[in-house]
């Protein structure tokens, strides 16, 4: 090899010094390390601190610079032996990731680290809020039971709770305002005792327990933290408020339960909690890592009811954090603790070592399989081009038995699941395609309002669990002063139901204004469709024909859920025989006719009939509860001097409340009908009630 030749020639030796990055780092360098001394021994000014994170910038830009300089100039003595260049490949391999890893860890045990001392503070405040919480809960049915003695028992209680909470305060305010507030005569020094409560809150049935921000009794221009229970008493009158004063006896109890103390805290708009805007803040240090946290909690305006979210400094070193998690007493960990932490610090340091020592494995073993590697890239190189041409049918050849022939076989797994993909996202879009269209069908075929009549109040709801329900609701007009009414649901979901809807709905209009009569209808429906619906499908139907000028409703059900009357506040489950529409079995259509009940009532003016499906009635909580009929009944007995919208509304929030957090599993179907006025209904009473 000739002297030209550039794998011999080595790189320059300190020429790039010279340069302009070279000279930026020698003088910045130079500037932050004379800084860094005086730092150790004087506090610096202001200015010179700015200048010396300046310097030590300026040093990390000229070092990086210098660093892509010498890359780019002696790339090709780096890589003119393909041998050295595997090398520095695995060098790259084996460095890199263990930085990452490194990186990751560190940024990972920072998230952590974060996330557990924020769980932990907050864990500890709700503690705090749910003892203020049961302190006013028990206040307010201590005098539920004695309304009299009202100022007696908010002292007593206030000297009880003084014992575990030395500023706690507890006040009695009513609801009306021409009553006074009721306060314990040693409380209330962190703020003006309440005389009134806010008109949010009067109509909050379950109280509140949250946060508040109060400016500080000795410096107004401070904030502390308040936490506030106020809870209704028995009689709905009063509410029962505690406040508990965020003060250092606080702060000391909350780090003695959770390990980590609460610092200063920063609103982002002070007027969202209540007080006044902030004066200007300035500047504070970075936090250090594992030593100090951020925890975001929300703070009530008490005046408007409205929530903002602030940010607490949370002081809580990993030792007294770990001591808590495993146990250890405040004070420090113990002794067994310690041995703990040591043997947990030891276990890292075995891994690390072990990982250090397969890195180096990795590079000896480097040059030994570059051949084999080198060829397998090659084939993976021109199986990605294929791939990236939209060949997904070519395949590799796997001509070695090791890692790198499973990495071939895995290349061409992956394009046999990239076309099997492609083929499962067309049938895919053909079912989104399919929805979309029983979705169309769907609302073409329920009601775009409800229709209006004189004396007849009318509110409806349709809420499908899935794309496409199976539930189906419609009004007929019957003539003057007639109105029929339809609801029913399809067994199965999907195009299927959908399809099932349009039968019925055709059926219904055809036969509707030629039967009077809900039995003889619902009898001529089970005809058509016996022979139309396949074996594993039914549909279930109430239909009620209202006639106003007579004051009488009549109805007949197949296998629905019931008709809910309310009359005088007084509620009715009425439940007339009937079985399931459309059952291809044997004696199905003969067992019909036996069974169907049709049943007739007056109705009068202020009365509520509920038609609905039993996604209501059936709607499930989380512990696997059913709402009910009677649940129903009440709920609209309950609210039977509403109009009908306002019922609906009533009905629904209810359901929703009982159901909670658990997923729908049935479509929901309601229509509320409310008898207004007794003019428009003729004044009429007609009808005898019971089956015919």
């Not at 602030?310 to 310690?338: E, K, M, W």
């Not at 259509?589 to 202020?606: C, M, V």
């Amino acid at each position: 090899m000739t002297a030209d030749d550039p794998a011999q020639q080595p790189p320059p030796p300190l020429q790039i010094l010279r340069t302009l990055p070279g000279r930026l780092l020698i003088l910045s360098g130079a500037v932050a390390l004379v800084l860094l001394a005086a730092r150790q021994l004087v506090d610096l000014p202001e200015i010179l601190e700015v200048f010396r994170k300046v310097a030590s910038l300026a040093a990390l830009v000229a070092l990086g610079w210098i660093g892509a300089i010498t890359v780019a100039r002696n790339r090709r003595w780096l890589l003119w032996r393909v041998r050295r260049k595997l090398i520095l490949s695995y060098v790259f391999l084996g460095f890199v990731p263990v930085l990452l890893v490194g990186l990751f860890s560190l940024a990972g045990s920072v998230v952590l680290y974060t996330n557990i001392a924020a769980f932990v503070f907050r864990e500890g405040v709700d503690d705090l809020l749910d003892d203020v919480a049961q302190v006013a809960e028990a206040t307010a049915s201590e005098l539920g039971r004695a309304p009299n003695d009202a100022a007696a028992i908010l002292t007593r209680v206030q000297l009880n709770r003084s014992t575990h909470f030395p500023a706690i305060s507890i006040a009695l305010v009513p609801l009306a305002g021409d009553k006074a507030a009721i306060s314990a005569p040693t409380a209330w020094r962190h703020a003006p005792a309440p005389t009134s409560l806010p008109e949010w809150l009067k109509g909050r049935a379950g109280g509140l327990r949250s946060v508040l921000m109060v400016a500080a009794p000795d410096h107004p221009e401070d904030l502390m933290l308040v936490v506030r229970a106020a809870m209704p008493t028995p009689d709905q009158t009063a509410f029962v408020i505690v406040d508990l004063p965020v003060d250092t006896a606080i702060v000391a109890q909350l780090d003695d339960r959770t390990g980590a103390r609460m610092g200063r805290f920063t609103p982002p708009d002070r007027r969202l909690c209540g007080v006044d805007p902030p004066p200007v803040a300035t500047g504070t240090a970075a936090p250090p890592l594992f030593t100090r946290t951020v925890a975001f909690m929300d703070c009530t305006n008490w005046a408007t009811g409205r929530t903002a979210r602030f940010a607490i400094s949370v002081d809580a070193p990993l030792s007294n954090l770990y001591g808590r998690i495993t146990s250890a007493p405040s004070a420090g960990l113990s002794a067994r603790g310690s041995g703990e932490w040591d043997n947990f610090l030891f276990v890292l340091v075995v891994l690390a070592g072990l990982f250090l020592i397969v890195q180096v494995a990795a590079l000896v073993f480097g040059a030994w399989l570059a051949r084999s590697i080198t060829s397998a890239v090659h084939e993976l190189f021109e199986g990605t081009a294929r791939v990236q041409q939209g060949d997904f049918a070519h395949r590799i050849r796997i001509e070695s038995r090791d890692q790198l022939g499973d990495l071939a076989s895995s290349f061409n797994r992956m394009s046999a699941s990239i076309e099997h993909l492609l083929h499962v996202q067309r049938e895919k879009q053909r079912l989104d395609d399919e929805l979309r269209i029983a979705r169309d069908i769907q609302k073409s075929l329920l009601p775009v309002e409800p229709p209006r009549l004189p004396g007849l109040g009318i509110a409806d709801l349709c809420e499908p669990a899935r794309e496409v329900g199976g539930d189906y609701y419609d009004f007929f007009d019957l003539g003057p002063r007639r109105l029929g009414v339809l609801v029913a649901d399809v067994s199965g979901k999907g195009t299927s139901a959908a399809l099932y809807m349009a039968e019925l709905k055709g059926l219904m209009l055809a036969l509707s204004h030629a039967e009077p009569s809900p039995r003889r209808l619902l009898l001529d429906v089970n005809r058509c469709l016996a022979g139309h619906l396949d074996n594993r499908s039914f549909v279930t139907m109430i239909y009620a024909v209202i006639d106003l000028e007579a004051g009488t409703l009549t109805c007949a059900r197949a296998g629905h859920t019931p008709l809910i009357a309310v009359s005088n506040g007084r509620s009715e489950v009425i439940v007339p025989q009937g079985m399931v529409l459309g059952l291809r079995l044997p004696g199905a259509s003969e067992r019909f006719d036996q069974l169907l009940e049709e049943h007739t009532r007056p109705i009068h003016p202020g009365d509520v009939v509920i038609l609905y499906t039993d996604g209501v009635t059936e709607a499930m909580n989380e512990r696997g509860d059913l709402f009910g009929d009677d649940a129903l009944a009440d709920v609209v007995a309950h609210h039977h001097q509403l109009d009908a919208f306002g019922i609906r509304e009533r009905v629904v929030r209810e359901v929703r409340a009982f159901v909670g957090q658990a997923e729908p599993h049935d479509d929901m179907t309601l229509i509320v009908l409310k008898f207004d006025d007794e003019a428009a209904m003729g004044g009429g009473t007609g009808g005898a009630a019971g089956p015919s």
